[in-house]
């Protein structure tokens, strides 16, 4: 149980400080209720969620791996250099691979008129969506941390 409780932890610890993990977080909100919204089928779901859980996974091996440089070598050297690229660059493959699947996904005839329709017919919750937007933003932007 120990194991979980670190986990957690480390998710956690990447939340508070990677400013990109929020934003993912942030699109990995609106992709969920855009897959509610237009009716996504199962097998769109499971690509949707292994998206999700691919990019989340990743950023956090990239801030483990950037921690690690940090602590290892803190002045400028061209391998940890490479290495914190190269851990950036898998987070950044990732997000670009699950932008493509979420356009194959609802970028669509039905699923746009199934959008269209929610907006529609449900004004008050497509409302809240939106505002939703406000605080979200101000999770993404985060307090300042201090520099060591």
């Known amino acids: 149980m120990k194991s979980f409780k670190y986990a957690f932890r480390g998710i956690a610890d990447t939340i508070r400080t990677e400013h990109n993990m929020r934003v993912h977080l942030c699109f990995a ?7 509610f919204v237009t ?12 998206c999700i859980g691919a990019v989340m996974a990743l950023e956090c091996l990239n801030t483990a791996v950037e921690s690690l440089c940090d602590t290892v070598s803190p002045e400028k050297s061209d391998g ?17 691979a699950s932008a493509f699947v979420g356009g194959i996904i609802f970028f669509n005839e039905q699923k746009i008129a199934a959008a269209i329709d929610f907006l529609k017919n449900q004004t008050l919750l497509s409302i ?21």
């Open 128 to 148: 809240l969506i939106i505002l939703s937007l406000i605080p979200l933003c101000f999770f993404v932007r985060g307090r300042k941390r201090e520099r060591k």
């Open 80 to 96: 940890i250099r490479m290495t914190k690229d190269a851990s950036a660059g898998a987070v950044l493959c990732a997000a670009l």
């Open 29 to 35: 909100f609106y992709v969920i209720i855009a897959g």
């Open 39 to 50: 009716h996504i089928s199962l097998f769109e779901w499971a690509a949707v969620l292994i």
